[in-house]
């Protein structure tokens, strides 16, 4: 492919995934996560070819450019995009596939001093948010998400989205059904939880821990309830008083400091939560 319809490709990639894109030449003039990936090929080829100190002065002048730090010898493939650009930073060994994006201060890092493959393989139509930081020699599967700020340090799988330090993968609301969703939020107001907790749009671990300790409440109240039943059937006097209802006032720090202390508790005793 020539270097014109390289660029065009780029260009073109840039209109699909940045709204604000308004023209060709504010693309070329304005775009420093393009520069950036541009002065990266010429870098990169002359770090292939052994001309390790102009590549690396090349990549160095790149920095001071555009404020994003590629090492010549990272391996980038077809429409990546950088959007914003400052502060991101992907390390020597790094590979990234095909029509991938990464926004402002991620970093492709390293978690070892020895040589060798040491820094993240992301696969085609990845993206990763700000301020992430994607590290060791893991493999971030084609379609893979990570959310902003989340810290990766194991392999991420097909269409899956990370979020959280360390980050794990969450449950999107199109894989729960509707009457599940319902039902949580039911089960929330009856027991003194805001409904953000267990909302399907709030991909959060500790959301989702505690959506699925509802789901147990709620499948705990209803055997009770049934063997209510069955003994008043049978002449017994039982769950004859109303249960008395939760007033859940504001926290005291102390409480808060309980409940997190808490929540590591169940993730060190199950960690799949």
């Given at each position: 492919?020539?270097?014109?319809?390289?660029?065009?490709?780029?260009?073109?990639?840039?209109?699909?995934?940045?709204?604000?894109?308004?023209?060709?030449?504010?693309?070329?003039?304005?775009?420093?996560?393009?520069?950036?990936?541009?002065?990266?090929?010429?870098?990169?080829?002359l770090w292939k070819r052994k001309w390790c100190v102009t590549a690396r002065c090349l990549s160095t002048?790149?920095?001071?450019?555009?404020?994003?730090?590629?090492?010549?010898?990272?391996?980038?493939?077809?429409?990546?995009?950088?959007?914003?650009?400052?502060?991101?930073?992907?390390?020597?060994?790094?590979?990234?596939?095909?029509?991938?994006?990464?926004?402002?201060?991620?970093?492709?890092?390293?978690?070892?001093?020895?040589?060798?493959?040491?820094?993240?393989?992301?696969?085609?139509?990845?993206?990763?948010?700000?301020?992430?930081?994607?590290?060791?020699?893991?493999?971030?599967?084609?379609?893979?998400?990570?959310?902003?700020?989340?810290?990766?340090?194991?392999?991420?799988?097909?269409?899956?989205?990370?979020?959280?330090?360390?980050?794990?993968?969450?449950?999107?609301?199109?894989?729960?059904?509707?009457?599940?969703?319902?039902?949580?939020?039911?089960?929330?107001?009856?027991?003194?939880?805001?409904?953000?907790?267990?909302?399907?749009?709030?991909?959060?671990?500790?959301?989702?821990?505690?959506?699925?300790?509802?789901?147990?409440?709620?499948?705990?109240?209803?055997?009770?309830?049934?063997?209510?039943?069955?003994?008043?059937?049978?002449?017994?006097?039982?769950?004859?008083?109303?249960?008395?209802?939760?007033?859940?006032?504001?926290?005291?720090?102390?409480?808060?400091?309980?409940?997190?202390?808490?929540?590591?508790?169940?993730?060190?005793?199950?960690?799949?939560?």
């Amino acid at each position: 492919m020539s270097v014109i319809s390289r660029l065009k490709e780029d260009i073109e990639s840039i209109y699909h995934r940045d709204p604000a894109a308004n023209s060709t030449l504010e693309i070329l003039l304005n775009y420093p996560g393009m520069h950036a990936i541009w002065l990266h090929r010429i870098s990169h080829k002359l770090w292939k070819r052994k001309w390790c100190v102009t590549a690396r002065c090349l990549s160095t002048f790149s920095r001071w450019l555009t404020g994003v730090e590629i090492h010549p010898g990272a391996t980038i493939g077809r429409r990546f995009f950088i959007d914003h650009g400052m502060a991101v930073v992907i390390g020597e060994t790094a590979e990234i596939g095909d029509d991938c994006t990464l926004y402002h201060s991620v970093t492709l890092g390293g978690t070892t001093w020895q040589a060798g493959k040491r820094h993240p393989t992301l696969g085609n139509n990845v993206v990763i948010g700000a301020g992430a930081k994607v590290l060791g020699p893991i493999t971030m599967h084609d379609g893979a998400r990570v959310g902003s700020n989340s810290v990766v340090v194991k392999d991420v799988q097909p269409d899956k989205t990370v979020v959280g330090i360390p980050g794990r993968v969450v449950t999107t609301a199109s894989s729960e059904s509707k009457e599940t969703n319902e039902r949580r939020t039911q089960m929330a107001k009856k027991y003194g939880f805001d409904a953000y907790a267990v909302s399907p749009d709030n991909p959060d671990p500790v959301a989702n821990a505690i959506g699925q300790m509802l789901d147990h409440m709620h499948l705990m109240d209803t055997k009770v309830q049934d063997v209510c039943k069955a003994v008043q059937g049978m002449g017994g006097e039982v769950c004859t008083e109303k249960l008395p209802e939760l007033n859940v006032g504001e926290f005291t720090e102390d409480e808060k400091a309980a409940a997190t202390r808490r929540i590591k508790e169940i993730d060190e005793f199950d960690p799949s939560i």
